[in-house]
């Protein structure tokens, strides 16, 4: 499928003005499918197109990790009284997850009039679109300016919102309903010192294809078949890239990732791999001290991953599971690439020196010319269980624009002169 337009994004840059101007522009429907929705100013943007007589639904995730925000259900409550339609993707209590179609509800697009889609890494919260853009999550996100992109992204978005009795609208409990003592006055956006600079970037006739997980981002996946591809070079950027997949005995021997593999058989075939990974300290910081005096790490979060509340309710097993966090990740693959030489190397983003909040980007760079920009963190659940959108653009145009924001990500997290 060729895309007439696409509109390429970054966040801290500059994605709040692309996905608040997308919202603004809307004259009938605008149908939202995203994990979590807590910043008051995205929020003001559906206010203001009910206020044109715009049809709004948006679909959440229930149960995020590690609870619905405050300001996610005051905003429900503000656009439900002005006739949107706001439903979550329920689950009786946190630990059921098995009684759904999917584990998590984790997909972040919206489809504007049927006619252009958004999508991309990003929540719809302050730290995934700042209003700010000196600080914020590293995250990438495109609009697809055509009508038939569009509309495949409305057949998810009317797909899942037909799961019987997996929903469940605002209101309808006291766990979907707004605490009456929230304010929403205090505020909610920060300041830093990353300076943007991007701004968005325009490119026509782009061939594109889809990836909805678990439709296809595994089997018969045009994501793994461009990644397997690769003539010269792979950049990726990921909140998380799980070391290896499945359960006991809990070995990357032999329950390996087929993305851990599919990177590994690049390297060893002479290309050049470079991963950028999220630095999972500041999740386990117990009471993580402000940063300049300013930031509370445990507050720029827009999502944890899963990895970290891995194991957490099950009593019946109390074999301890190794890591397979990003630590894991790194020593892993950076031992196979000293032992046999390869050209493959993982660094962890530097997030003080680059001023920036997490890396929460799902996303890579083949050769120059494809870009897959999407919600998939790189492990078991998003793959295989997880309701999860994305986009291959071949551009070389779009993949220059991103090389540059991972250049700077790249070479602020290490050693400025070197490649590796």
């Known amino acids: 499928m060729t895309v007439k337009h696409v509109v390429a994004a970054a966040s801290p840059d500059n994605n709040f003005a692309v996905l608040t101007n997308l919202l603004d522009s809307a004259t009938e429907s605008i149908h939202t499918s995203v994990y979590q929705l807590d910043n008051l100013a995205i929020g003001e943007a559906y206010e203001r197109a009910l206020g044109r007589g715009v049809k709004v639904q948006i679909l959440l995730e229930g149960s995020p990790i590690p609870k619905i925000p405050q300001a996610e259900l005051y905003i429900a409550k503000r656009l439900t009284s002005r006739g949107a339609k706001v439903h979550f993707y329920d689950r009786a209590k946190d630990s059921d997850r098995g009684t759904r179609t ?112 678990p439709e296809n981002s595994l089997d018969d996946s045009p994501m793994l078949a461009v990644l397997e591809h690769a003539q010269e070079t792979v950049d990726v950027e990921q909140l998380n890239l799980e070391t290896y997949w499945g359960g006991k005995p809990y070995n990357p021997e032999t329950e390996d990732s087929p993305l851990i593999k599919s990177l590994l058989s690049l390297a060893r075939a002479g290309k050049a791999v470079r991963i950028l990974l999220n630095n999972d300290a500041v999740f386990h ?105 994305g986009v291959l653009l071949k551009s070389s145009p779009i993949a220059t624009y991103y090389s540059k924001a991972f250049e700077y990500d790249w070479r602020c997290s290490g050693r400025p002169r070197s490649f590796f």
């Open 285 to 389: 910081e117990p009471q993580p001290k402000p940063l300049a005096g300013v930031l509370d790490l445990m507050a720029l979060f827009d999502e944890l991953p899963e990895h970290l509340f891995r194991g957490v309710d099950d009593d019946s097993d109390d074999e301890p599971k190794p890591k397979r966090d990003n630590y894991a990740t790194r020593e892993y693959l950076g031992k196979i690439a000293q032992r046999e030489n390869l050209r493959i190397a993982v660094r962890l983003l530097d997030f003080k020196n680059c001023g920036l909040g997490v890396l929460h980007n799902k996303a890579m760079i083949v050769d120059g010319n494809v870009t897959f920009v999407s919600s998939l963190n790189w492990g078991e659940s998003p793959m295989k269980f997880n309701r999860e959108a």
């Open 102 to 213: 999917f584990k998590y509800f984790h997909n972040k697009f919206t489809v504007v009039d049927g006619r252009r889609a958004i999508v991309g890494s990003a929540n719809y919260g302050n730290n995934g679109h700042p209003v700010d853009n000196s600080f914020g999550n590293r995250e990438w996100e495109v609009v697809l300016d055509d009508s038939n992109a569009a509309q495949l992204f409305d057949e998810a978005f009317n797909h899942d919102r037909g799961l019987t009795g997996e929903w469940a609208a605002y209101g309808s409990s006291p766990r979907y309903k707004a605490d009456p003592s929230f304010d929403p006055s205090q505020p909610k956006t920060r300041s830093g010192h990353y300076e943007a600079r991007l701004e968005p970037f325009d490119a026509y006739d782009v061939p594109t294809k889809t990836v909805f997980a």
